[in-house]
């Protein structure tokens, strides 16, 4: 029985994996057709560009170089004249935001998780050597918290734009953020800590009133997505389901009340328990769209936790907003958000990490009002194969001409080509080497997302 699963799931990968890359050779021609007038129309103007140079270069250090947001920074430092480069682990060495314009150089490192002595010692080394003035992790979810345990090691060297283990460890865990933000008098939805299934099971619904969602504590790049309600109207399938989740008290979940309105997202980079720079972006069903709306109760409340907290660093919430206007978090992420790509036209973005706020007064620095929303190319076309309507087409064609890819620039634009036909297809041809099936897809963080990460 086991071989023969083996043998289906095997063949299941086979099929997936060549089928995407097949697919993507097809779309390869297209891309070049994008990208090789830039490439050219760059090298022609190339002796007439003037390069800007900052009056206090700094030397950069981004991780997260497979992500559109690790680029979006890079450009936005090179930009005003700094040096930057771009770190990630071994695993992503092919990654394709290194051949950005914005890249001086680009490094590898172990899993921290995995060999967290090399980790530190090769960090340091490469801090050292190219001298770097500021460390910015723009890692995920893995990673993020390992970021915070190196922070006394590189601090001697270069300041290190994140927070404290302590905080992040806070910060990351869903019930400890709910926890936080209820001491300081902010509207959070009702949460339970769970460690048993038993809690659930016995957990009295009917006095209660509210609906309920589940959410892993860890990360869980499949399950996180899965919205089930609590309580359900089978007793049997309620306990099927809750007892296929992988809760105990070393993989601890939090039962969370259902809010019912619209999702926001933001991002905000803190200096000193200031915001200076924020995006609020509608939630989509992906989260590879992103365009700044303004929403002053999400601001405020954003304001009023980072203050209390008095952090530096970047951190991204989750909101929800009930149709009375009252908002509610839903997550907390103390790391930088893909919504940072809003920023995409805007020149003021690196000093916001540099510089502390000369006064209380001085407003965030926000998206320009004429900037257009992101979108990441490859994801809309996969939606476009399952448009049904006259009208779903319209709202892609607007979605597209009002917008903008995320990846492409036109005086930077080997990282499309590089991103969609180089980085995912080799991740493409390691699964299929291992015979190893993927769930899907993520452009905009440049991965495979996987029922098992490594």
């Known amino acids: 029985m086991a071989l023969i699963l083996f043998v289906q799931g095997g063949a299941y990968a086979l099929l997936q994996n060549i089928g995407t890359i097949t697919l993507l050779l097809i779309v390869l021609p297209f891309n070049l057709l994008i990208v090789t007038p830039s490439i050219v129309w760059k090298f022609i103007g190339k002796k007439n560009q003037k390069k800007v140079a900052s009056q206090n270069q700094k030397n950069v250090l981004i991780t997260g170089a497979k992500m559109t947001k690790s680029l979006q920074l890079a450009r936005s430092f090179h930009a005003a004249g700094h040096k930057v480069f771009l770190l990630d682990s071994n695993k992503y060495w092919l990654s394709g935001n290194r051949f950005s314009n914005a890249v001086t150089g680009f490094y590898t490192v172990p899993a921290p998780k995995k060999n967290w002595d090399g980790y530190c010692q090769e960090l340091l080394e490469i801090v050292k050597k190219e001298k770097i003035d500021i460390f910015i992790p723009v890692s995920g979810a893995a990673v993020c918290y390992y970021e915070s345990l190196v922070k006394p090691i590189l601090s001697p060297h270069c300041e290190v734009f994140h ?9 990351d865990n869903k019930f400890t953020f709910i926890e936080k933000a ?24 009917a006095t209660d009133g509210s609906k309920y969602i589940l959410k892993s504590i860890p990360y869980d790049s499949v399950r996180r997505l899965n919205m ?7 007793k049997s399938k309620m306990e ?5 989740l992988p809760i105990s008290e070393e993989n601890p979940w939090i039962m969370q009340e259902f809010v019912k309105g619209k999702e926001y997202c933001t991002h905000s980079t803190v200096r000193e328990g200031k915001i200076r720079l ?12 992103y365009h700044h709306v303004n929403k002053p109760q999400i601001y405020e409340w954003v304001e009023k936790f980072v203050r209390e907290l008095n952090i530096t660093g970047q951190i991204s919430f989750d909101f929800i907003e009930t149709e009375d206007g009252r908002v509610y978090p839903i ?3 103390p790391r930088t958000h893909s919504a940072i790509t809003t920023f995409h036209d805007h020149p003021g973005v690196a000093d916001t990490y540099l510089k502390d706020s000369k006064n209380e007064n001085d407003a965030s620095l926000i998206p320009l009002q004429n900037s257009k929303p992101t979108y990441w190319t490859y994801h809309e076309l996969w939606r476009l194969i399952k448009i049904r309507s006259l009208g779903q087409l319209k709202s892609w064609i607007k979605r597209i001409t009002a917008g903008t890819d995320a990846i492409f620039q036109v005086n930077d634009p080997l990282p499309f080509l590089m991103v969609h036909h180089w980085q ?9 080497r291992k015979l190893k099936s993927w769930v899907s897809i993520d452009f905009c963080i440049g991965k495979l997302v996987e029922l098992q990460e490594e």
Do not use: A
């Open 240 to 244: 099927e389901f809750i007892n296929s």
């Open 278 to 289: 924020y995006c609020c972006c509608e939630s989509s069903e992906f989260q590879v769209n």
């Open 182 to 205: 209820k001491s300081f008098g902010l509207s959070v939805p009702k949460s339970f800590l769970i460690t048993d299934p038993e809690q659930i099971l016995n957990f009295d619904f």
């Open 163 to 171: 927070f404290d283990p302590d905080i992040t460890k806070m910060l």
């Open 228 to 234: 089930t309600k609590l309580p359900m109207n089978s």
């Open 424 to 432: 995912i297809p080799l991740l493409l041809l390691g699964n299929l």
């Open 331 to 333: 997550e907390c992420n």
